[in-house]
């Protein structure tokens, strides 16, 4: 049972195969949504295995925490694809499952003698992901893409650093990650309509475009307003009560007073309620045209008390907060919560879980990543109905590696 599985019946995926093609961390991050809420997920993976499995610093056996961190409830067959048998056994592959989701540039599928569309042509139902750097077509589309390069070329470093400081990656891999979720997002929407007309899809979804869209009213603000925004810091191009501001003790707390309601509750608090009849700070538009003056009246009233009796004295005035957590701080929070977003993957060994909830109760438990090339024999056995001395002839032929060989 997945980490999705409800007490009340069947993970929603349940029964769907999924054949991953997927490497670092866009991919698998696609495929483990989908292992989540109950798909049959074989991650298929060279003889040396997904890169992400070596990347320090930190390892459990052989496997890096961030390989851990993305693959859990998947199997693994390891096949030599540039084997003439390895590549058939893919193919074979391919006509049993319902998804087949790859990161590779564009070419790669041919040279390696995956031809989608004659896959897809023979197999009319089949639904398959492409995630690439910059589309499927176009002239960048055999470039290569790493997180940090979308980031660049999208706009999102551009926002993302103190205004007069240099433009800096975000602290997580956004470029990955939200393309991974577009990408499930997707074959989701394609399973919905294959239901309907019994058609597959060739979903193509790039990285940069996910980007792009995370842009999000920035994007409006610029083709629009013609505006040129710029980096962040810790504020808001729109709202100047909405950012963070320094305690008496050097905590920093995020305050988001972003209504009327909101302002007048934060005026109150911090005992500046002479701060709501100032003009220059009648409405929104004033307090955002006037925005410098009025953090030179805010900041030195946040250094009175310490970051903890801020959080407590803006909560009761209904004004939203945060203290700043580091990333331990808020993992300790997660456990605490309820919501059973940290797993036990095995013992000592916990990765943040899936934020999906169907229904009713905490998640069963999520299955360990698996060991490269582990699951050979029970999924040719389930997949293609294999017997053992067919997969042991593969073995010896070279086509099927495991951990060791």
């Not at 993976?45 to 997904?50: K, T, V």
């Not at 709202?239 to 305690?247: C, L, Q, S």
Request: glycine share 10%; hydrophobic share 40%.
């Amino acid at each position: 049972m997945t980490q999705q599985a409800s007490q009340t019946g069947q993970a929603p995926l349940s029964g769907l195969r999924v054949l991953d093609l997927t490497t670092f961390l866009s991919g698998p991050f696609c495929t483990q949504i989908l292992a989540d809420l109950g798909a049959d997920v074989v991650k298929l993976e060279p003889p040396s295995g997904d890169s992400s499995r070596h990347i320090p610093p930190y390892f459990v056996d052989r496997d890096s925490a961030y390989f851990l961190a993305s693959n859990r409830s998947k199997r693994s067959v390891s096949v030599d694809m540039k084997h003439p048998e390895g590549i058939a056994l893919v193919r074979r592959l391919i006509g049993t499952v319902d998804v087949v989701v790859e990161n590779f540039r564009p070419d790669v599928p041919a040279r390696l003698g995956l031809d989608i569309a004659a896959l897809r042509k023979q197999h009319p139902g089949l639904i398959w992901a492409s995630i690439t750097g910059f589309g499927l077509e176009g002239p960048w589309a055999n470039r290569p893409a790493y997180d940090m390069i979308v980031q660049a070329l999208s706009g999102v470093m551009s926002l993302t650093g103190e205004p007069e400081g240099k433009s800096v990656r975000l602290g997580i891999p956004a470029g990955d990650t939200v393309a991974g979720l577009y990408a499930a997002v997707a074959i989701n929407a394609a399973l919905v309509q294959r239901g309907i007309t019994g058609q597959g899809r060739h979903i193509d979804v790039a990285m940069l475009d996910c980007q792009l869209s995370m842009l999000s009213y920035q994007s409006a603000y610029a083709l629009i307003g013609g505006a040129k925004p710029g980096r962040q810091g810790a504020g808001h191009d729109s709202i100047p009560t909405y950012r963070t501001f320094t305690a008496g003790d050097g905590r920093d707390i995020a305050v988001t007073a972003n209504t009327e309601k909101m302002w007048k509750g934060l005026c109150a608090a911090l005992g500046r309620s002479d701060l709501v009849d100032d003009p220059r700070f009648a409405d929104g538009p004033s307090r955002l045209a006037n925005r410098v003056a009025l953090w030179a009246e805010l900041e030195p009233a946040f250094l009175a008390r310490n970051g903890e009796e801020w959080a407590d004295l803006l909560t009761e005035h209904d004004v939203p907060n945060a203290l700043i957590r580091t990333v331990p701080e808020a993992l300790d929070d997660a456990r605490q919560s309820g919501r059973g977003m940290i797993v036990e993957l095995a013992e000592g060994v916990d990765v943040v879980g899936s934020p999906i909830r169907m229904g009713q109760g905490v998640p069963a438990p999520a299955g360990y990543p698996p060991a490269l090339g582990g699951d050979a024999e029970s999924v040719l056995s389930d997949w293609l109905g294999a017997a053992s001395a067919e997969v042991d002839a593969m073995r010896k032929a070279g086509v099927l590696k495991e951990r060791g060989q």
